[in-house]
C-alpha cells in the first residue's frame, strides 16, 4: 500500500513540476490563470501529502483492522489498531526484508505483523500474486526447541504459562507421526508441508522442532482456530513488517498491546 501512494505521489509531482513549466501560458487569461491556480494547488497538496503519508506507512506506523478470530480473546474480529514498524528497525527499501537501526529485537511474547509467507498462501492465492498480512504471537526465537503437548506449549522443555490462551474447542487429538526420523519432520515443517496435513495430525500435539537461524515461531492466541507456523512452517525474518502497539478503534475497544 505504501509503495503504491509513493508512486501515486511522485506522479503528482510530476504533474506539479509540468503545470509549473506550463505557467506562463496561463497568466495572459484571468480565468484561465485562476483554474490554473485552483487545480496547481490540489496538486502540490495531493504530492506532498501522499508522499509523506507513504514514508511514514513505510518506516513509522501502520494501520492494521484484525480479519479474522485467530488471536481472540486478546484481539477480536474488527479491531483496528496502530503497528509500529521501526521498533525492529527500519526497512531498507529495494532490499529483501533488510532492516537497520533496531530499537531492540523481537521478544518472545510479542504480538507481530508481517507479510503472509507463501507457504501459507492458498494456490489461487499465489497464481493471482496476493499479499497479505498476518498478526500472531511469537513464542520461540530461533534455536528454541518447541513443541506442544496435548495443547500445552513446551519450549526448551519448559512448560509455557500462557494466560493469554484460548482454547476454544475441548476436542485433543492425539498425536499423528507419518515421519521416520526427526530429522524428515523438521525439514517437512521447515517446508511447509504440514498445510497439507489434517489440522489433527498437528493442532494438539507438535513438534519437536527447532526454530531455524533466522526465523521465529509464532501462534494464535486462539490456538485451537489459528493457521500459524505449526502448519506453514518457521517465519522468516525478512517478512515481519513491526509489533502491534494499540488498539484505537471501537472506542469501547482502546487498550495498549502488552
Not at 505504501?2 to 509549473?20: N, S
Not at 521501526?86 to 504480538?111: A, E, N, Q
Not at 508441508?193 to 498437528?202: D, E, G, R
Request: aromatic content about 16%; some cysteine.
Amino acid at each position: 500500500m505504501e509503495i503504491k501512494l509513493f508512486v501515486i505521489g511522485c506522479i503528482f509531482l510530476a504533474f506539479a513540476i509540468l503545470m509549473q513549466l506550463m505557467k506562463k501560458k496561463f497568466v495572459k487569461n484571468a480565468k484561465a490563470q485562476k483554474v490554473y491556480e485552483n487545480v496547481y494547488s490540489w496538486v502540490d497538496t495531493g504530492w506532498s501529502a501522499l508522499i509523506i503519508a507513504s514514508i511514514l506507512m513505510y518506516f513509522v506506523i501502520q494501520a492494521f483492522k484484525i480479519p479474522t478470530g485467530s488471536m481472540r480473546m486478546t484481539l477480536l474480529e474488527g479491531d483496528h489498531l496502530f503497528a509500529t514498524k521501526f521498533i525492529y528497525g527500519l526497512r531498507v527499501p529495494f532490499t529483501d526484508g533488510k532492516r537497520v537501526l533496531p530499537i531492540r529485537d523481537v521478544k518472545k511474547g510479542d504480538i507481530v505483523i508481517f507479510q503472509c509467507p507463501p507457504e501459507a498462501l492458498s494456490m489461487f492465492e499465489k497464481s493471482e500474486g496476493i499479499k497479505k498480512d498476518y498478526i500472531k504471537r511469537c513464542i520461540a526465537l530461533a534455536g528454541d526447541k518447541v513443541q506442544i503437548k496435548d495443547k500445552k506449549l513446551f519450549v526448551n522443555d519448559v512448560q509455557i504459562d500462557e494466560p493469554y490462551v484460548q482454547f476454544a474447542d475441548p476436542e485433543n487429538y492425539v498425536n499423528f507421526n507419518l515421519f521416520e526420523s526427526q530429522a524428515e519432520y523438521q525439514k517437512a515443517w521447515e517446508e511447509g508441508k504440514f498445510t497439507t496435513l489434517p489440522p489433527a495430525f498437528v493442532r494438539d500435539n507438535f513438534g519437536p522442532v527447532t526454530v531455524p537461524k533466522g526465523h521465529y515461531m509464532v501462534f494464535g492466541d486462539n490456538r485451537d482456530y489459528s493457521f500459524d507456523s505449526r502448519y506453514w512452517g518457521p517465519l522468516p525474518d525478512k517478512y515481519l513488517k513491526g509489533r502491534a502497539l494499540i488498539v484505537y478503534w471501537p472506542l469501547n475497544r482502546i487498550k495498549y498491546i502488552s
